[in-house]
């Protein structure tokens, strides 16, 4: 018998599984899982839980007649049933469990970035099982991640993870949504994520679930290239937890990438949300490849709306290639001012010494690295 090779890892566990049908939450699949995170509690191995379905728990509470449930409606329900998944949760384990609500609003800023890796590691250290998910009671448009597929990737990678089980109600990917082709066949491993494999995702049936297939290849491709292997499995069936502790692949597993992204460029290139852009020269491209700093001279144009602090991507003016992604030390306005200007000539009309590097190199990552 194989030993799963793994330390850590990230449980996703989807609606479908919280509460499958209308009445709230249910104990039906999860039992099995609980036991396979106790198990891995006793093996010393560590688990950080990601768990959807306070909304399809709050369908009890708050009921709505349309399938359509408008926003505010599907907040009030996560708000109540995040109770309920939390106490559905908590019944099973003999070891404290904790809440964490986050949003994509912390996870983009980084000394709060910070504070959830530091608060996740320090639960891990004492024995306790964060439970996280998104904070839907007050997560606006532009402060959400939007699906917990994407969000268990983000916390893999906070906690440095060495595996992502996503846990859903089919048996992995297959090469077709199968609730449309029931003769679709799974696909065991995955080597390199592909925008072919992007193709074969459907979106989701389930009227309280987001995301479907998509958002989960979308996670498998943050955790692989975090160095983390990722695995769609079925949460339905018990089989599948036996098989994971045997270390056997009961799903899909998406391979890790070898040479993995360091914590920060990851954080950089797979949580920030580039808000403008950056058109620079020909040279100043090539000395940006070469692991150069982003200063003033080589600017050739500014385009959005953004503040300093904010990400932005850097686009090769002739081909309008995107070339790199960095944190901006300028905000937009400053920077048409002082754009392919010189240091010098910068401090002679303004009056100011500026900052030279617009981008510092340690903030700047090269999209052509993936
Ligand atoms: N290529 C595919 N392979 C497998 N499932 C797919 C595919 N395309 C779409 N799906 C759908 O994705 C669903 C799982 O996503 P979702 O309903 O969001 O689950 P969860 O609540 O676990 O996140 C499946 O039930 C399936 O109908
Ligand atoms: N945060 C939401 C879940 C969002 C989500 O991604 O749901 P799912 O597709 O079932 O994993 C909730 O708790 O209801």
């Given at each position: 018998m194989k030993m799963p090779s793994w330390q850590r890892a990230v449980v996703k566990v989807g609606s479908a599984l919280i509460a499958?049908?209308?009445t709230g939450t249910s104990t039906k699949y999860l039992l099995a899982i609980a036991r396979f995170i106790i198990e891995c509690h006793e093996r010393g191995q560590e688990v950080v839980l990601v768990s959807s379905g306070s909304a399809a728990a709050g369908r009890k509470h708050i009921s709505y007649d349309s399938d359509k449930i408008p926003v505010t409606v599907k907040k009030a329900m996560a708000a109540v049933g995040q109770n309920d998944m939390m106490a559905n949760w908590s019944r099973f384990f003999d070891f404290p469990c904790a809440q964490v609500l986050m949003t994509h609003g912390d996870l983009r800023d980084r000394a709060r970035y910070v504070s959830i890796r530091n608060t996740l590691h320090t639960l891990l250290e004492h024995s306790v099982l964060p439970i996280v998910n998104e904070?839907?009671?007050?997560?606006?448009d532009e402060m959400k991640v939007g699906d917990n597929d994407n969000l268990a990737a983000m916390v893999a990678t906070l906690v440095d993870a060495d595996a992502l089980f996503i846990c859903s109600d089919i048996d992995g990917l297959f090469d077709a949504d199968p609730r449309v082709k029931p003769d679709a066949k799974k696909i065991p491993e995955v080597d390199t994520i592909t925008e072919e494999i992007f193709a074969l995702a459907g979106g989701t049936t389930n009227k309280i679930a987001t995301g479907g297939m998509r958002t989960k290849i979308e996670a498998a491709e943050k955790a692989t290239s975090h160095g983390i292997d990722t695995y769609i499995v079925n949460g339905r069936k018990g089989e599948t937890f036996e098989l994971l502790l045997q270390g056997e692949n009961p799903g899909t597993l998406f391979k890790r990438q070898q040479d993995p992204m360091s914590n920060k460029k990851h954080w950089l290139r797979h949580t920030l949300i580039s808000q403008g852009e950056i058109v620079v020269s020909e040279a100043t491209a090539q000395a940006l490849i070469k692991g150069a700093p982003l200063t003033t001279?080589?600017?050739v144009d500014v385009q959005g709306d953004f503040n300093r602090g904010d990400a932005v991507v850097i686009r090769h003016g002739?081909?309008?290639?995107?070339i790199a992604k960095g944190i901006c030390q300028y905000s937009s306005h400053e920077l048409l001012h002082i754009k392919g200007q010189e240091a010098s000539s910068i401090a002679e009309q303004y009056g100011y010494s500026p900052i030279?590097?617009?981008?510092e190199s340690n903030d700047l990552m090269i999209l052509e690295d993936e």
């Open positions: 499958p049908d209308d904070n839907d009671a007050l997560a606006t001279t080589g600017i002739e081909s309008a290639e995107a030279t590097e617009v981008i």
